[in-house]
């Protein structure tokens, strides 16, 4: 079976790229259940994944310019504060909120603002590409965690049904983001 799919609204439509990428990937609900389920794993662990990503990102000295080249120390503590809250409401998002038409925008919005098409902030694709990389890591090794733990629950846990769906669920972010930083028109095929 093939799907039809219009090429062109993949660059004009965020939703209609979305539902391509989810069925391309066969993301199924129950991956979306598997993300959800991991909340209990995840939920406290969001401050300290939070604080540990930021310590990363100021231990390079080109990420670490983002955020602080041409601020003072006052105004980064700040920035840095506002910045944790939005990563940290973001992640708890994504591991409890449907993954429906608010989701999409949450996501794509994630790549507009680090953008010149309407963020505060530019940051280069190679960045957020490592970043993504470095999260996903980060909760690849934090379920894995609670599955060799012990803890209650664990034993029935599914740790790699949950870290297939986190790694469809952050391949799609990884597109969205991207989006932002293609040439805002598309030639089509016939033209090239």
């Not at 993949?10 to 990428?21: E, N, W």
């Amino acid at each position: 079976m093939i799907h039809e799919i219009e090429e062109d609204r993949l660059y004009s439509d965020v939703q209609y790229r979305f539902g391509y990428l989810a069925k391309f990937l066969n993301v199924t609900p129950h991956d979306i259940e598997l993300i959800h389920g991991s909340a209990a794993v995840l939920g406290s662990k969001v401050d300290g994944l939070v604080d540990a990503i930021y310590d990363h990102l100021f231990s390079f000295s080109v990420t670490k310019d983002v955020f602080c080249k041409g601020y003072s120390d006052d105004q980064i503590d700040k920035r840095i504060k506002i910045l944790k809250g939005s990563l940290n409401r973001f992640l708890v998002r994504l591991v409890t909120k449907p993954y429906d038409a608010d989701m999409v925008t949450a996501m794509d919005n994630i790549g507009k603002s680090h953008t010149n098409y309407g963020g505060r902030i530019h940051v280069r694709l190679v960045h957020m590409n490592v970043l993504l990389g470095f999260v996903q890591d980060a909760i690849i090794g934090e379920l894995y965690k609670f599955k060799h733990s012990g803890e209650k629950g664990s034993e029935s846990f599914d740790a790699e049904g949950t870290v297939r769906a986190f790694g469809k669920a952050i391949t799609i972010l990884k597109d969205l983001i991207t989006r932002w930083y293609e040439p805002r028109e598309i030639p089509s095929p016939a033209s090239e």
